[in-house]
């Protein structure tokens, strides 16, 4: 295969299979892990239909909390930090009808663990024993189902394309799942409740999917990339209590989940080595985030909004039919947004009112792509 084939090859991983780690995911501004998987076309396929499977996981440890973009550091000094630990992978299928049309399914599967202190002893209001405990979830996060398209004809344009993507997220992930809560029941019994928003296996909503892909090769083994993704919940909220009214009466208008947007941008530059067939490194930047307000519906009860700019360093190797994948992305700016919630609360109360969130410093994504 040419050189330029190889390098048009790359171009379009890039653009795609890195889309296939969880986005919006570093900490409780994370809500579930939905996966945003579009698909990339070979140079050499006109006619002939192909399939592609790609498994990627991704891990992270969010544990530094901010209001707004100030990082709250008393809490790693008092110990009072709230901890996840998110592990996702995510199964993506999928089908390459012709050279500009192809239709992928994604199926996530998450396993977290929350540890947290205030969520534990607390009984009437008042704490009665208050010690660190940990919940859990397992299981099939929400479902995507999506179909993408070239608008230039990539054995036409191998120099610059671009590439639209429009899909449907289903609620197939639960939304309502619940472990114990220690020492917060009478006599300071454990409670079977909903996990905190952050860890929840899905958001409730059935929502839609808007990507835009793009490229531009400056040389044979030289370009850029970007991806934008926006998904839209109009649920506004489903119905899993939050129990943070028992926190305080004040939050009494936070007892619901929310249901929220999300989005995702990433553009950087790409090199392919010419001396070491297959490998290819990349940088850019990457920004994820929970909107205030939702772009279509409602945007009350209880979310934790923000975004997190990141510098993602990514490296790919390709051989034959099977592509090898992997970027660090490291947090550089954090920011927990001021909440519907939260400026209802500084209307009542008088003073400016804004919840916190804890995020990661980095993100671990891998990933294996087959051709067949």
């Not at 993704?229 to 009494?252: I, K, V």
């Not at 950087?268 to 930047?285: D, M």
């Not at 919840?355 to 067949?372: C, K, P, Q, V």
């Amino acid at each position: 295969m040419k050189k330029s084939n190889q390098f048009y090859i790359y171009i379009l991983l890039l653009v795609t299979l890195f889309q296939n780690q969880t986005v919006f995911a570093q900490g409780c501004v994370a809500i579930k892990g939905n996966a945003t998987s579009c698909m990339m076309i070979h140079p050499d396929s006109t006619n002939v239909a192909q399939w592609q499977f790609t498994t990627s996981g991704r891990y992270f440890k969010s544990f530094r909390h901010f209001s707004g973009t100030t990082e709250n550091k008393e809490r790693l000094l008092q110990g009072t930090e709230v901890i996840n630990y998110s592990s996702i992978v995510n199964l993506s299928l999928t089908r390459l009808i012709d050279n500009r049309w192809s239709a992928m399914v994604d199926i996530p599967i998450l396993n977290n663990v929350r540890s947290s202190l205030y969520e534990h002893g607390l009984v009437n209001g008042t704490y009665v024993k208050k010690e660190r405990n940990t919940t859990n979830s397992f299981g099939i996060g929400d479902i995507r189902f999506a179909v993408y398209r070239w608008l230039l004809d990539p054995l036409k344009n191998k120099k610059v394309n671009i590439q639209l993507g429009l899909g449907l997220k289903l609620a197939t992930g639960d939304y309502n799942y619940k472990d114990y809560w220690h020492n917060v029941g009478p006599n300071g019994s454990n409670e079977l409740r909903p996990i905190d928003q952050s860890i929840q296996l899905g958001d409730g909503g059935t929502g839609i999917t808007l990507e835009l892909n793009t490229f531009y090769n400056f040389k044979d083994n030289f370009g850029m990339y970007g991806n934008f993704y926006y998904l839209s919940n109009p649920r506004e909220q489903n119905g899993t209590r939050t129990y943070r009214e028992t926190l305080s009466p004040r939050l009494a208008n936070e007892a619901i989940s929310s249901v929220p947007d999300q989005y995702m941008l990433r553009a950087g530059f790409n090199y392919s080595f010419n001396h070491i067939k297959g490998l290819s490194i990349a940088s850019g930047v990457r920004l994820e985030g929970i909107p205030v307000y939702d772009f279509i519906g409602g945007s009350g009860d209880f979310r934790r909004p923000g975004y997190i700019w990141s510098i993602e360093p990514s490296v790919n190797y390709e051989y034959k039919k099977i592509t090898l994948f992997a970027s660090v992305p490291f947090a550089i700016v954090r920011n927990r947004t001021q909440s519907v919630t939260d400026k209802e609360n500084s209307t009542i109360q008088g003073a400016h009112v804004q919840g916190d969130a804890a995020f990661a410093d980095y993100t671990i994504n891998l990933g294996i792509s087959t051709r067949f």
